[in-house]
């Protein structure tokens, strides 16, 4: 399974972008997909997070102004990312958890994509 992210870039304060990450190979399902993202020197944080029915989460920071999404039947996730502020710039990385590719009931997990950076200027 690969995960391969896209959409990152540099934008304005108050610019949006949005992200996608596609997984590929032989996939069934994919129970969770998230974005996380990372500044230089400091932890990978979690950003967002969709199950596969579609249950989400959002950190404090980013709530009312990111919003993840997914297209199950492609195997992709997005990240819509709106108002955004130079304390967003960061790599973002996608994340997928519990994926099954064939054998019944085994689930594999700790699949990243190579992250793409997104820098927000004043």
């Known amino acids: 399974v690969q995960l391969q992210a896209s959409g990152g870039g540099l934008v304005q304060a108050g610019g949006s972008l949005r992200l996608s990450c596609s997984a590929s190979?032989?996939?069934?399902?994919?129970?969770?997909m998230s974005w996380y993202r990372q500044t230089p020197g400091g932890e990978r944080e979690l950003v967002a997070t969709?199950?596969?029915?579609?249950?989400?989460d959002h950190v404090d920071s980013v709530k009312g102004r990111f919003t993840i999404s997914r297209d199950n039947a492609k195997n992709t996730v997005f990240l819509q990312m709106n108002s955004l502020k130079p304390e967003d710039t960061a790599v973002y990385y996608c994340n997928a958890e519990g994926v099954r590719r064939g054998l019944p009931q085994k689930f594999e997990y700790g699949f990243w994509g190579q992250g793409t950076q997104v820098t927000v200027q004043e």
């Open positions: 969709q199950t596969f029915d579609g249950t989400s």
């Open positions: 190979g032989r996939i069934l399902y994919i129970d969770v």
